[in-house]
Structure formats: C-alpha cells, structure tokens
C-alpha cells in the first residue's frame, strides 16, 4: 500500500454506506481482547488489502480459539475510525520487538456483535481478509458466500450450489512454479477443476476453464456444463 492509498484510507475514516465488511484474521485471543475490552484492531500496512476501508469488520477465528470457535466468523463490530500508527505505539510493552516501528492500521471499533448465525469454513482454510458487504455478512452460511467479485462471480456460485457442486473460492494455486489466484477450485476424485473468472492473463493446465463475465452473466447455464464436463474428466 503506498502513501496516496494510506492518506485515501485515513481521510475515508467512515465511507458511509453503512455496508463495506472486512472480515480479517484473529489468530490469537490476546488480540480478541484488545477488541472485546479496549475497541480497537490492527492492521500492518504492508499486509492491508486493497479495499482496508470499511463500515464494519468482523473476525474469523484461527485454531488459537476453542474448537467451537475455529475456522468461523462469530463476530463484528462498528468501525468508528482509521489511525496510522506504529506497532511500539499500539503496543508499548513490546517496544523491543523486531517489528516496533512497523505502520499500522488502528482501527478503532464499537461493542462487539454476535452474528445469529456463525459463518464456518468447510475446509478449515488460511483466510486473511475478505472484503464484503453486510447483506453477505448478515445472510452467508459458509465463509464462500462472503466474497464480494461482482454479480458474475455471483451467478455462477449460485448456480454451483443448487446443483450441490462443491468449491472454494478465491483460492491460491501453485503450479509449476507459477502463482494465480483461482475464483473457483472445484474438487474432484482424481484431480481438480480450476476456474478463472475475466482475467486479463490466462493460465493453462487441463482442468482449467476461463470464463468472461458476459458469459457468466448471459450463459451460466453454459459455463456450468462445461465446468461439469471438466469434472468428469477430472474424474476419470
């Protein structure tokens, strides 16, 4: 994040719509503390998603929490305001430690909510931050329905759980030296079936599909079989 975006955060204290999410990592309950007790979450700069900036964020616990709080997203809370700061400074018993004069995001919050229904991640995955809304927020059941990537992407998660098709969204690959970040990986028997959505670079591999937003939106039901077809080779 450079200097233009940290001013652009810090001057946007509240956006206002009162619907930008950020679910972020809590991986360690001294830190649940600080916000349950003292109202405020940090950030480093150098790790801050793109779109930091929010009304609301919410946690999603780590394998630091009891067993009936890992892997899900219970709570959230207000954001009341953005401060740029230093780890020494969030956190003065510290001072000694390697990152002190790391720049933060203090992120000062409201009372903590309960969601009326905890969001799980059905695979346990490593999550860090998931820019969302309060309507996917409030209505998720698992952690894939909170990515917000536009109404295309929506589409086809759609489409794939009517028709009980299992995946993961927004997920890394590592292949033959080469990074990606997949929109979708459905798994298979023998494999699995990657799927990227309107990228501007296209990545090869037998069980890898691109799809245009125009044809997610216009032709889901389309998309959806070539993606079933890929399974079944996928399976073989």
């Known amino acids: 994040m450079d200097e233009k975006q940290i001013a652009q955060v810090l001057h946007e204290t509240r956006p206002g719509s009162e619907e930008r999410v950020l679910v972020a990592v809590m991986n360690n309950q001294r830190d649940f503390e600080i916000a349950r007790q003292h ?9 801050a998603p793109k779109r930091v900036g929010a009304d609301y964020v919410a946690f999603y616990f780590t394998s630091a929490f009891p067993q009936e709080q890992r892997y899900q997203v219970i709570f959230y809370a207000p954001i009341y305001a953005y401060r740029l700061t230093t ?4 956190l003065p018993e510290q001072a000694d430690h390697p990152r002190a004069q790391e720049r933060y995001f203090k992120i000062e919050i409201g009372p903590l909510r309960r969601l009326a229904n905890p969001i799980p991640s059905r695979k346990l995955r490593r999550i860090t931050f998931i820019p969302t809304t309060l309507d996917k ?6 952690i894939n329905d909170l990515w ?14 009517t028709l009980d098709i299992e995946a993961e969204r927004q997920v890394e690959i590592w292949e033959s030296g080469a ?18 959505c309107d990228a501007e670079q296209r990545f090869t591999g037998r069980a890898v599909l691109h799809f245009r937003a125009d044809q ?4 889901t039901a389309a998309c959806v079989q070539r993606i079933r077809e890929a399974m ?3 399976s073989l």
Do not use: M
């Open 179 to 196: 990074r990606y970040l997949a929109d979708f990986v459905i798994p298979c028997s023998k494999g699995r079936v990657i799927v990227i």
């Open 216 to 219: 997610l939106l216009h032709e």
């Open 87 to 90: 780890r020494a400074e969030l």
């Open 137 to 142: 927020l409030l209505n998720a059941r698992e």
């Open 232 to 234: 079944a080779r996928a």
């Open 39 to 47: 109202g405020w979450y940090r950030v480093p700069v150098k790790r």
């Open 148 to 161: 917000d990537k536009g109404r295309h992407q929506d589409e086809l998660w759609t489409a794939l759980k």
